[in-house]
């Protein structure tokens, strides 16, 4: 944060910091003092604006009122986006949490099954689960152990602000550790029920409302910047000063940034996110490929530019050379993750059968080390494969279930998700608890399974908004986008405007095939926040596939237009 630092010098007065944005940096856990955000925020205004004066004063972008009133406008965009960054950040963070909630009051309850205590519960769940949600409820059932009380109720009450279902769950959860054993049961199933309706309630209202914001990005960056494509000639030709830093500083500045704002205020507004199994660089099935992704990129880069340069205008090869090249190498690069990923998921899937089938077996009276080792060799799919190879580390090295599952080269150690964690430790307790464990390993398989499906049904309700947004960017803007620069070549041949060839307009085309690019990166980055949630190796792999979508639409909606203009 040294650069934070340096930036807040350029600001030498005090700045006052508000208690709520001190919360948003404490959240985030960045070691910064929130003065000296403030302070940044500020100083980078001061630096845009000079530079942005000077730049005016400099170089011939227009009339000196207009480039007046962009330099404050980006001066005041920037000191926002220093002072709004870290909320929007804090919110993203949030939602991915809040979307852990329904698998970790699960596992909460489960455990008040075995035993009505609510300390026991507290703890077990946030061992289970990881994240913020997780870490908070460790935090707080920590400090309530000196107090004979779970944590569960200042849990329960940091978290209503945002999510008033995971209030509702835990005071129910507090609340079936004292009620008579024949009322329990309904209590914890109520409790289930909640933090699922809640989820389901509130997410289907967020998706209600996306249709108008959507239509208004729609509107306002497609529809609008074609349709000032097409009137640039005719501005021009009317006298008005169309300059090329001008056509840069809108298509290449002003637009794309207009698009980031309109898709954080709608990111933020997102109550819950499903956040897909966090993968780093460390997971070993995740192949080092940054060399790799640097060389394909630029090999395919440059031979998109050279491919391009015989058959389209010189605006061409850039335009390829960088939509290929960077797509490419994001391909290369954030690929295997999606292939990791789909294997964890693939477990997830099975889990429901797989703690089925032991929870049945333990009712039964079989031990739960040997109802695991059955239910790997009925179940086929990568939850089987996890569950036999399990129960064979365990025979093999007579260790506990926790050991074999979670220990050094266990079954699942390059299996990073909450749910199957989680999942394992309920089994190692049910392990030592023996035949009334099963009813409540077969409680969770149904939740997980209800889980799913809610998750499941929250993504089709997205689904409308979302695909729309990602088919915008990747095909429908850029092949519009390329027959509107067609057309408005053959409007005028004005060689002022950079005419090189028969009715072609190289830098328009160059502009706004940067703004194509900007477009399919930031319209393919939202619709992925609204349906998942941000996580960078998906976001990088879907650009990847992106740009090189909208690298290919924007030249063949060119040729398209040109061929019959």
Known sequence: ???????????????????????????????VAPATVVGAGYGLGVAVALVGLLVTAVLPVGPWPVGAAATLAAALGAMHL?????????????????GTAPVLVAFAVLRMRLAPSPERAAAFAAAAGSGPLADSLEAHARAARATNRSGFERFGAEWAEWFPALGRAVDLLTAAGSVPPEDRERTLDRTLDVVLDGTADQMRSYSSSLHGPATGIYAFGVLLPVALVSLLPAARASGLAVTLPLV??????????????????????????????????????????????????????????????????SWAPPIAGSGVGLGTGLLVRYRPYEDVRDRIRAVEAGLPDALAIVGRRVSQGVAVERAIE????????????????????????????????????????????????????LLAVAAREGRPAGNALLALGTHLEDVQRVERELRADLGTVVETLRSTGAYFGPLVGGATVALA???????????????????????????????????????????????????????GWSLLAATGSYLVGYLLAAAVA
């Open 1 to 31: 944060m040294s650069y934070l630092q340096s930036v807040a010098a350029a600001w030498p007065f005090d700045v006052t910091v508000s208690e709520d944005y001190r919360r948003v940096i404490r959240f985030l856990d960045w070691q």
């Open 82 to 98: 220093v002072h709004a960054g870290p909320r929007l950040l804090a919110t993203a963070r949030r939602t991915r949490a809040l």
């Open 248 to 313: 840069v500083a809108l298509y290449d500045v002003a637009l794309p940034l207009l698009l980031v704002a309109a898709g954080a205020w709608l990111l933020s507004r997102r109550p819950v996110a499903f956040p897909p199994p966090n993968l780093g660089p460390d997971h070993p099935d995740v192949p080092d490929r940054v060399a790799s992704a640097i060389g394909a990129g630029c090999v395919a880069g440059a031979a998109a530019a050279v491919g391009t340069a015989a058959v389209l205008p």
């Open 374 to 425: 059955s239910a790997g060799a009925d179940l086929d799919g990568p939850a089987g494969t996890i569950l036999d190879r399990g129960a064979s580390r365990q025979a093999a090295l007579d260790v506990d279930i926790e050991r074999a599952f979670l220990g050094d080269n266990g079954a699942i150690e390059t299996i990073p998700s909450p749910r199957v964690r989680g999942s394992v430790r």
């Open 489 to 543: 070549g053959h409007m005028t041949t004005e060689p002022g405007f950079g005419a090189v060839t028969a009715g072609g307009i190289p830098w328009l085309g160059l502009a706004v095939g940067g703004y194509v690019l900007a477009m399919a990166a930031i319209l393919t980055t939202l619709s992925i926040g609204l349906e998942r949630g941000l996580d960078r190796p998906l976001v990088g792999a879907r650009i």
